[in-house]
């Protein structure tokens, strides 16, 4: 009769949790051909980066973006400057080093945050004189979402009614609730 008690004061609860977590480094060399045979790099930089993410049927998730890369250079022996622009992507296999095996349910959401924005880590000029070569890096970030089971403990001897009527004293007076920074995590949506 115990067994069947002390099952009674547990109940499992289906819920949205992270059931999967994932992060990668990348870096990845681009050569880019720019309209003039450069003569010496004066800058690169990285701009309009976009991604999305999905799940692969496996135990990973795929990021696929682009990025425009722009190289800023010299030609004809450093008497002019030029901008190149060109638009390059990438594919990143991210494998998910957390996963639940408890995890219910076959939908799935993912959820992916570039934690290192692409950018330049060297640009030179090719050997054979006329392109560019560009090395990038960037970094991700990824979670699963999908239900899972939470079992928690039921106090059978609890009063509810205690518990709702109940004043709460928690040290707190006026003055130090004004100082609370209501937007410390960012702004409140409406």
Request: overall charge negative; glycine content about 6%; aromatic content about 8%.
């Amino acid at each position: 009769m115990a067994n069947i008690d002390q099952d009674l004061n547990y109940r499992e609860i289906i819920c949205k949790a992270v059931c999967g977590k994932g992060r990668k480094f990348s870096q990845s060399t681009h050569t880019i051909t720019p309209s003039h045979k450069p003569t010496s790099i004066l800058g690169s930089w990285i701009i309009n980066h976009t991604y999305k993410a999905t799940r692969s049927a496996d135990d990973s998730v795929t990021v696929e973006g682009r990025y425009d890369v722009n190289i800023w250079y010299s030609y004809n022996n450093n008497t002019k400057t030029e901008v190149c622009t060109e638009t390059v992507g990438y594919k990143d296999e991210i494998i998910l080093s957390t996963k639940d095996e408890h995890a219910t349910g076959k939908e799935l959401e993912v959820s992916a945050r570039c934690i290192q924005a692409p950018n330049t880590l060297e640009c030179t000029i090719s050997p054979n004189g006329s392109r560019v070569v560009i090395q990038c890096e960037r970094e991700f970030v990824c979670d699963v979402i999908g239900e899972t089971k939470v079992c928690v403990y039921v106090n059978s001897d609890a009063k509810p009614d205690e518990w709702e009527d109940k004043d709460w004293d928690y040290g707190l007076d006026d003055e130090d609730v004004e100082d609370i920074d209501q937007f410390f995590m960012g702004e409140l949506e409406e």
